[in-house]
């Protein structure tokens, strides 16, 4: 049972940008837990996108950016390209769980 | 270049043990945690447990009275077990590494079925 909660579903045209929340609580986000995001395309593994909430991993396009507030975070994709369509994941530590714990998922269709 | 790639059995029947391997190349395996992460068809990403080389572990409560994670740094690979499967066990099987936090380098992902 995932303990961070996401939209299941955004979509935009190319070109346009859209957000991803990512919602948690004083014992993950909220106790100044760093957030990473991940992208998956359909049959393959995880690739991660953001870590420590805000930096970009090697290779990232600068068009993916984090940001987080208080028991949240969100995920911007600007200039929304075709390739960007998949399922993103945040992904966090939880204290009172004492474990690594992901979000509900977010599938990112571009209309 | 990090590179993990998970092997082991594809068919597990119901009430046996799952057992996975997670083969670690271009890094040293004493360096950070490892991790093992599962995703059930269709559905999102469960942590499963994680290892440093030390043998320390932190399981997912959840999962914590079946599962086994150990290591062997003279193979450069580290192990999951996971007893008593059930259906709801059926999943990707993905190994990783843990750095501060984040997970930044995985294995393509092993599907395990449990069936009889």
């Known amino acids: 049972q995932s303990v961070l909660t996401q939209p299941p579903s955004v979509s935009g045209a190319p070109g346009q940008r859209v957000t991803i929340s990512c919602t948690g609580s004083n014992s993950n986000i909220g106790a100044a837990y760093d957030v990473n995001w991940y992208q998956q395309v359909p049959g393959a593994a995880p690739k991660i996108l953001i870590y420590?909430?805000?930096d970009r991993s090697s290779g990232v396009p600068d068009r993916f950016s984090g940001s987080k507030s208080g028991t949240s975070a969100s995920l911007a994709i600007t200039g929304l390209q075709a390739e960007d369509e998949g399922d993103y994941y945040c992904q966090s530590y939880d204290s009172s769980l004492s474990g690594y714990v992901f979000g509900t998922g977010t599938k990112v269709t571009v209309l | 270049q990090v590179q993990l790639q998970e092997s082991g059995p594809g068919l597990v029947k119901p009430s046996e043990t799952l057992s996975l391997t997670c083969l670690v190349s271009?890094?040293?395996?004493?360096?950070?945690?490892w991790t093992w992460i599962r995703q059930p068809p269709g559905k999102g990403l469960e942590y499963v447990g994680d290892?440093?080389?030390?043998?320390?572990?932190n399981y997912n409560p959840s999962l914590k009275s079946r599962v086994s994670i150990s290591v062997d740094m003279s193979k450069d690979h580290f192990s999951l077990n996971l007893s008593s499967v059930t259906a709801a066990d059926t999943a990707v099987y993905y190994c990783?590494?843990?750095?501060?936090?984040?997970?930044?380098?995985w294995g393509p992902g092993a599907l395990v079925t449990v069936s009889s």
């Open positions: 271009g890094d040293s395996i004493s360096s950070y945690y």
């Open positions: 290892i440093f080389y030390t043998g320390s572990t």
């Open positions: 420590g909430s805000t």
């Open positions: 990783a590494r843990v750095n501060r936090g984040a997970f930044d380098f």
